[in-house]
């Protein structure tokens, strides 16, 4: 059988493995198609992960390609992550950063920070744009610190073979590699590549995990995942992912940072203090990108 979105979960003994399954939902942002998972109807977070979208694949012509203009954030931290494809982030730090494949950058905004994501040196030429833009609540304790930016070039990710699976350890630790990217909760973010026939089983040690098909098909329990599915953990359950041809897949997870509001750009555990974000954007009261006199106003 093929699954599909359910709005209930669906831990059962023959399915013991999968808590819940999420389907993403198409959204044109103007000429560039991205997929949301998270947050969703049916589950706002896995672990820290609030919001998660698949962009593209896209193809742009000469001088075309993104152009997100400067925008806030509140309380969380944002991975970007590209399997293709080039993005020239600039930040209110004064930090000018280009993120390719395989690279990390992580901006945490904290009480505040502006950015924009716009292409990259690619912009001259035909390109594709293909990636996961992650953001992840801040525990409470982080949700005010001071905002920073860090840069992660993709050599200095683990990259290594399990059980015949190539695997990017991007965010943690698994199967006795970590990776170097900061975290503030327990997290988990993981690529993996399966050939056809391949099986992996994943992480057990943290507390939320769930698993993106980017490509191809995964079975999980009696069910296939396709491209686009998000298959949710049931608690203190591993999930074993088996690929029944080459695919492409995404794993998140880590601590449940409890409860968390979500308007726009901002996260906080409190409404008020989203309220107050809005108020200061809207009143100028946020640093700017240095040169840039462009942004995006409230909706």
């Given at each position: 059988m093929t699954y599909q979105a359910a709005n209930e979960p669906i831990c059962t003994p023959s399915r013991a493995a999968v808590e819940l399954i999420i389907e993403s939902k198409a959204r044109d942002l103007g000429g560039f198609s991205v997929s949301r998972?998270?947050?969703?109807?049916?589950?706002?977070?896995?672990?820290?992960?609030?919001?998660?979208?698949?962009?593209?694949?896209a193809v742009f012509a000469p001088g075309e390609g993104i152009a997100v203009r400067p925008h806030p954030h509140i309380g969380l931290s944002t991975v970007t992550y590209l399997f293709e494809g080039e993005i020239m982030h600039r930040d209110s730090l004064g930090f000018v950063q280009p993120i390719r494949c395989g690279a990390v950058n992580l901006m945490t905004a904290g009480r505040g920070i502006?950015?924009?994501?716009?292409?990259?040196?690619?912009?001259?030429?035909?390109?594709?744009?293909?990636?996961?833009?992650?953001?992840?609540?801040?525990?409470?304790?982080?949700?005010?610190?001071?905002?920073?930016?860090?840069?992660?070039?993709?050599t200095e990710l683990p990259e290594f073979e399990q059980d015949g699976v190539s695997i990017r350890v991007i965010m943690g630790e698994a199967y006795r590699r970590e990776s170097p990217v900061r975290q503030y909760a327990p997290t988990l973010y993981l690529e993996c590549r399966f050939p056809a026939g391949a099986s992996l089983t994943l992480p057990d040690h943290y507390e939320e995990v769930a698993a993106y098909v980017v490509s191809g098909d995964i079975r999980i329990d009696d069910g296939i995942f396709s491209a686009g599915l998000m298959a949710v953990g049931c608690p203190g359950k591993a999930l074993r992912l088996e690929a029944a041809r080459d695919s492409h897949v995404m794993v998140i997870g880590g601590a449940n940072l409890g409860k968390r509001h979500i308007w726009w750009n901002f996260v906080s555990s409190s409404k008020q203090r989203i309220e107050q974000a809005r108020d200061d954007w809207r009143e100028g009261r946020f640093d700017m990108v240095p040169g840039d006199s462009e942004f995006i106003p409230l909706p």
């Open positions: 998972v998270l947050p969703s109807a049916q589950r706002r977070m896995v672990g820290p992960f609030i919001f998660f979208d698949h962009m593209g694949p502006v950015h924009s994501e716009r292409a990259g040196a690619d912009l001259d030429t035909a390109s594709r744009l293909h990636g996961i833009q992650s953001w992840m609540a801040l525990p409470l304790e982080q949700e005010e610190c001071a905002p920073d930016f860090e840069h992660y070039p993709s």
